[in-house]
T-cell receptor
Framework: KAGVTQTPRYLIKTRGQQVTLSCSPI?????VSWYQQTPGQGLQFLFE???????NKGNFPGRFSGRQFSNSRSEMNVSTLELGDSALYLC??????????????FGPGTRLTVT | GENVEQHPSTLSVQEGDSAVIKCTYS??????FPWYKQELGKRPQLIID?????GEKKDQRIAVTLNKTAKHFSLHITETQPEDSAVYFC????????????FGAGTRLAVHP
């Protein structure tokens, strides 16, 4: 099976702009989670989507949002970019059912640089 | 709040030695504990995981132990090889269940030939 894919892989944006990142999960996986990775804060959970619904959300401002489509592909959007949003954004897909946590497989990430 | 502490932050061993990384979690409701390996410039890769109803799990040279009472879990790598050099992250399932993971800060493991 093909792994998790993310596009674009690299992105440079200016403060105040907005950005949309895309994630395609492993075929058959219906859960997509998003994480932000920075040298200072490490890996932090942003949100999780399952069946087009946000199931869980981390402690990030409302500028960070996401959605999931009927084919399980997910997008995340960051509006009014700040310098501190520069990070590697990782998505992870999971085969999930019910309330149990399942193995998550990460994509290669999108490296966002805000100038 | 939810927190996972990971120690040590760096670990240097000789090839063939064992390496142990320890994590402590704060949320007593956490029930799933995966470990990820991340090589430079690569994505985190799931190497082993354990659920709260199990005390130990082994996969070849890698083992994980869980002490629910103390809220500790550890990764043990035996017979280390240079290709084991990477950053290792522990994680615990977060409040609200499902697939929210709270990660430790990572351990940079260097295995010297």
């Amino acid at each position: 099976k093909a792994g998790v894919t993310q596009t674009p892989r690299y992105l440079i944006k200016t403060r105040g702009q907005q950005v949309t990142l895309s994630c395609s999960p492993i075929s058959g996986h219906r859960s997509v989670s998003w994480y932000q990775q920075t040298p200072g804060q490490g890996l932090q959970f942003l949100f999780e989507y399952f069946s087009e619904t946000q199931r869980n959300k981390g402690n990030f401002p409302g500028r960070f949002s996401g959605r999931q489509f009927s084919n399980s592909r997910s997008e995340m959007n960051v509006s009014t970019l700040e310098l501190g949003d520069s990070a590697l954004y990782l998505c992870a897909s999971s085969l999930t059912a019910g309330g149990k946590s399942y193995e998550q497989y990460f994509g290669p990430g999108t490296r966002l640089t805000v100038t | 709040g939810e927190n996972v502490e990971q120690h040590p932050s760096t670990l240097s061993v000789q090839e063939g030695d064992s390496a142990v990384i320890k994590c402590t979690y704060s949320d007593s409701a956490s029930n799933y504990f995966p470990w990820y390996k991340q090589e430079l410039g690569k994505r985190p890769q799931l190497i082993i995981d354990i659920r709260s109803n199990v005390g130990e799990k082994k996969d070849q040279r890698i083992a994980v132990t869980l002490n629910k009472t103390a809220k500790h879990f550890s990764l043990h790598i035996t017979e280390t090889q240079p290709e084991d050099s990477a950053v290792y992250f522990c994680a615990a399932s977060g409040t609200g269940g499902y697939n929210k993971l709270i990660f430790g800060a990572g351990t940079r493991l260097a295995v010297h030939p």
